[in-house]
């Protein structure tokens, strides 16, 4: 059975960082794209970042582009996200996803099978 736990959520002021990680179980994942969701309060969910596995690019949606960093540690079968110069707007519940591929499989949630139970980030003004 595959489980996704993410970790270093909290509550952190604007401009600040934090760095969230999502420690996989059940499968090894180093084949596979792993990625970044969030969902603020009234919002659908939405991509943040991902990390293909076959060609090693990352791939960030433009509201995180140069503030976010994603990585990832296959020996731990964990990815991160570096959360930099954080802003309000970016208050969400973050969730960890694999897709069942190994390139960039977009940012649509269809595209990802398996997911986390999520982390709460707030950042306050």
């Known amino acids: 059975q595959v489980l996704l736990v993410e970790s270093g959520g909290g509550l952190v002021q604007a401009g600040g960082s934090l760095r969230l990680s999502c420690a996989g179980s059940g499968r090894t994942f180093s084949n596979y794209a792993m990625g970044w969701f969030r969902q603020a309060p009234g919002k659908e969910r939405e991509f943040v970042a991902v990390?293909?596995?076959?060609?090693?690019?990352?791939y960030y949606a433009d509201s995180v582009k140069g503030r976010f960093t994603i990585s990832r540690d296959n020996a731990k079968n964990t990815v991160y996200l570096q959360m930099n110069n954080v802003k309000p707007e970016d208050t969400a519940v973050y969730y960890c996803?694999?897709?069942?591929?190994?390139?960039?499989?977009?940012?649509?949630?269809?595209?990802?099978?398996?997911w986390g139970q999520g982390t709460q980030v707030t950042v306050s003004s």
């Open positions: 990390d293909s596995a076959s060609t090693r690019r990352t």
């Open positions: 996803a694999v897709a069942p591929v190994g390139w960039y499989p977009g940012p649509q949630e269809r595209e990802y099978r398996d």
